[in-house]
């Protein structure tokens, strides 16, 4: 199994140095109810504006679901799916437009991100991996999966145990090799005014 701790500049928890997005999952072994159950408690209780808690989730299981998790894998980019397919658990973030007192959720996306987020480290905790996916085709899912209008599909997640890179297309195995990089912390983190290194 390939390790790839984030290479940090100040120490961080050992949950964020550790976790990243393979595309390696072991197709034999399933995500058990007790872990799925516990991934979703950890997505439950992430940080909302208000407690609003402006996501659903839909979750195919491919050991319980097969044709059901089959549909979601046809909603990923043909990239994705060079790779998700031993990947057992398929989850789909989506996102409210508006809180129940019609007014827009400006925050929405930050905290479904949130709980996606919180998802994705309780993985890491359990020994799982996962990996968030932009490229899939939204209307489709919403289509497939009767997501209301009023809802946006955001991010789809494969979850798996991981497996060797061996496992991998010469094409994946490439892009799974590529060491893990972030710009600097200057780059990114400005005090007192934009651009103003921290």
């Known amino acids: 199994m390939l390790h790839k701790p984030a290479v940090t500049s100040a120490p961080i928890n050992d949950l964020m140095t550790k976790r990243w997005s393979t595309r390696a999952f072991d197709a034999s072994k399933p995500v058990t109810s007790t872990e799925l159950a516990a991934l979703l408690e950890a997505a439950r209780w992430a940080p909302s504006a208000n407690n609003s808690q ?12 097969e044709a059901s998790w089959r549909r979601a894998f046809e909603c990923l980019a043909p990239g994705n799916q060079a790779w998700a397919g031993n990947a057992p658990l398929l989850v789909l973030s989506c996102v409210a437009a508006t809180a129940p007192d019609g007014k827009p959720y400006r925050h929405g ?47 789809m997640v494969a979850i798996g145990h991981q497996a060797a890179p061996e496992i991998l297309t010469d094409d994946v195995r490439a892009k799974e090799l590529v060491p893990r990089t972030r710009r600097a912390l200057a780059e990114t983190f400005f005090a007192g005014a934009w651009g103003k290194g921290a």
């Open 54 to 65: 402006p996501w659903r989730f839909l979750v195919w299981n491919k050991a319980t679901d």
């Open 109 to 155: 996306g930050h905290d479904t991100g949130m709980a996606t987020f919180s998802l994705m480290l309780q993985a890491v905790e359990l020994g799982l991996a996962a990996h968030a996916m932009a490229g899939f085709n939204a209307d489709k899912a919403r289509a497939e999966f009767g997501v209301p209008a009023e809802f946006t599909p955001m991010t």
